[in-house]
T-cell receptor, first 111, second 116 residues
Framework: QKEVEQNSGPLSVPEGAIASLNCTYSDRGSQSFFWYRQYSGKSPELIMSIYSNGDKEDGRFTAQLNKASQYVSLLIRDSQPSDSATYLCAAPGGNTDKLIFGTGTRLQVFP | EPEVTQTPSHQVTQMGQEVILRCVPISNHLYFYWYRQILGQKVEFLVSFYNNEISEKSEIFDDQFSVERPDGSNFTLKIRSTKLEDSAMYFC??????????????FGSGTRLTVV
């Protein structure tokens, strides 16, 4: 059973700080990883994808992937109260076209 | 920006009744999915659909569930005899290519199903 694990939080950070969200996965063969943001009662929204070891930056977001450690993270710089949401990590479910989601980490950014 | 449209936004049904959840994927997308999320729990895969047939289904997607693309635009999920434990948010998603590879799902806004 392929698993994606996240700390459920909540992670509380002050406005302007860096929020660091972490995710581990069990399938060593996974090649691609995704971060989705989900506001309460809303659908998931793709914010970052990463396929190679190292860092990938997009605006205030940086995804980091370490395949040897089976670890992927999301950094949010200059956190804003509007970033308060649940962040879902996802990876493909093996040789299929489905995604396996983690439970999500709830981020709270306080003014 | 193109959207995946789901109707209804909220459906209340009695246990044992049939429900049909409707989705209109983005027009040039080829891969279609249904996921569900029980309140406070993970987003769970139900089924994927490509080229007018199911490409994969999960253990959750038993004989009570079916999907259809009846007219080339709508994509429906039918639950034949609903159970209390079917209460969840159901999300439709679509992608241009294999979503597991590209991760480029676009999710609809969801249908909240409440079985009473």
């Amino acid at each position: 059973q392929k698993e994606v694990e996240q700390n459920s939080g909540p992670l509380s950070v002050p406005e302007g700080a860096i929020a660091s969200l972490n995710c581990t996965y069990s399938d060593r063969g996974s090649q691609s990883f995704f971060w989705y943001r989900q506001y309460s009662g809303k659908s998931p929204e793709l914010i970052m994808s990463i396929y190679s070891n190292g860092d990938k930056e997009d605006g205030r977001f940086t995804a980091q992937l370490n395949k040897a450690s089976q670890y992927v993270s999301l950094l949010i710089r200059d956190s804003q109260p509007s970033d308060s949401a649940t962040y879902l990590c996802a990876a493909p479910g093996g040789n299929t076209d489905k995604l396996i989601f983690g439970t999500g980490t709830r981020l709270q950014v306080f003014p | 920006e193109p959207e995946v449209t789901q109707t209804p936004s909220h459906q209340v049904t009695q246990m044992g009744q049939e429900v049909i959840l409707r989705c209109v994927p983005i027009s040039n997308h080829l891969y279609f999915y249904w996921y569900r999320q029980i309140l406070g729990q993970k987003v769970e895969f139900l089924v994927s659909f490509y080229n007018n047939e199911i490409s994969e289904k999960s253990e959750i997607f038993d004989d009570q569930f079916s999907v259809e693309r009846p007219d080339g635009s709508n994509f429906t999920l039918k639950i034949r005899s609903t159970k209390l434990e079917d209460s969840a948010m159901y999300f439709c998603a679509s992608s241009v290519r294999d979503g597991g590879e590209s991760g480029g799902y676009t999710f609809g806004s969801g249908t909240r199903l409440t079985v009473v």
